[in-house]
């Protein structure tokens, strides 16, 4: 996994390159803050799962991918035939767009099929704890203590 230091030692190899050194300072700097936000965002996502898998090594934890968008997370109980969905953020804020995909119809629709029905539709991110329109917002920190 990619720790802080070697995400910056990369986009530092990126600033580094003719094309981004042809931007202002500006664009380079938001270009960096991107970049390192994407690298965060895929950290927090990958040690999400696994401390989900770790939790319930009877579920199944996974990323599902539709023609348009993916469920960060989805954890399938074999044994209730449900599941719930996931989007994590790495973000403090919350944002109706955060939850474009798990308020998306039709892809709940497939993982109901696939996987019954959806007992909970949470935004694991850096913000309070709370819940809007029928969408938990649960902070991620809080989450992943309930591993421990």
């Not at 970049?35 to 401390?51: A, C, D, H, K, T």
């Not at 497939?110 to 917002?137: D, H, N, S």
Request: include cysteine; charge should be negative; charged fraction near 30%.
């Amino acid at each position: 996994m990619l720790n802080r230091s070697k995400a910056s030692a990369l986009i530092q190899a990126l600033s580094e390159d003719p094309v981004i050194e042809s931007l202002d300072i500006r664009e380079r700097t938001v270009l960096k803050q991107r970049i390192l936000s994407e690298i965060q965002g895929r950290m927090l996502e990958g040690i999400v799962l696994l401390e989900t898998m770790m939790r319930w090594p009877g579920k199944e934890v996974f990323v599902l991918q539709f023609a348009l968008g993916e469920f960060d997370m989805v954890v399938f109980d074999p044994e209730k035939l449900e599941c719930e969905i996931f989007e994590i953020k790495h973000s403090k804020v919350r944002a109706r767009e955060q939850a474009r995909h798990l308020l998306n119809a039709e892809n709940c629709r497939k993982v109901e099929f696939r996987y019954g029905p959806v007992a909970c539709k949470a935004i694991l991110y850096k913000g309070e704890t709370c819940e809007e329109e029928g969408i938990q917002y649960q902070n991620v920190e809080e989450y992943l203590m309930q591993a421990v």
